[in-house]
């Protein structure tokens, strides 16, 4: 049996609430199954990884991003037999906090904080590029980057 290909790019959208003093991260709540992830979605014809990601977090959340350069965390799965997915994540940030879900297969869009995020996530991929986010923002605040 063939095994066909999908490409799904999108990103773990994160800002900073000087209020709180605490990061948090967008989410989105799915109609079909109720579940939390982050915005993704599938590479147009002609499209780079980046260009996919900022046109589905748009079109899903309506929140403008920035990506935030030297992150790039791939995952893998087979969503059904002979379907491979490899979804391309990158870590972006937004100078404003206004979003609102996409009518249809949105349910909810919501801003969790960072340090609790992890436990809001259905699936072993999403916890594992959650993780891999975190890291990078520690290490740039580590750093004294601006994020």
Same mark, same amino acid.
């Given at each position: 049996?063939? =095994? ?5 790019? $999108?990103?773990?959208?994160? #800002? ?20 939390? *992830?982050?915005?993704? $979605? ?9 260009? &996919?990601?900022?046109?589905? =977090?748009? @079109?899903? &959340? ?12 791939? +995952? ?5 037999? *002979? +379907?491979?997915?490899?979804? +391309?994540?990158? /870590?972006?940030?937004? @100078? *404003? ?6 009518? $249809?297969?949105?349910?909810? =869009?919501?801003?969790?904080? /960072? ?6 996530? %259905?699936? @072993?991929? !999403?916890?594992?590029? /959650? #993780? ?5 923002? %520690? !290490? ?8």
């Amino acid at each position: 049996m063939p =095994v066909s290909y999908e490409k799904s790019c $999108g990103a773990l959208v994160v #800002r900073w609430e000087e209020e709180t003093q605490r990061f948090y991260i967008l989410m989105i709540r799915h109609r079909p199954g109720g579940y939390r *992830s982050f915005p993704k $979605g599938h590479v147009e014809q002609g499209e780079t990884e980046r260009q &996919t990601a900022i046109r589905e =977090v748009r @079109e899903e &959340t309506a929140a403008e991003i920035i990506i935030i350069p030297d992150f790039r965390h791939a +995952v893998y799965y087979t969503p059904a037999p *002979s +379907v491979e997915k490899e979804v +391309v994540y990158f /870590l972006g940030r937004v @100078e *404003s906090s206004s979003i609102r879900p996409r009518k $249809g297969e949105i349910a909810q =869009v919501e801003w969790i904080p /960072l340090d609790a995020a992890e436990k809001y996530l %259905t699936h @072993e991929n !999403d916890k594992k590029v /959650l #993780r891999a986010a975190q890291k990078k923002i %520690t !290490d740039m605040k580590r750093k004294g980057e601006v994020f």
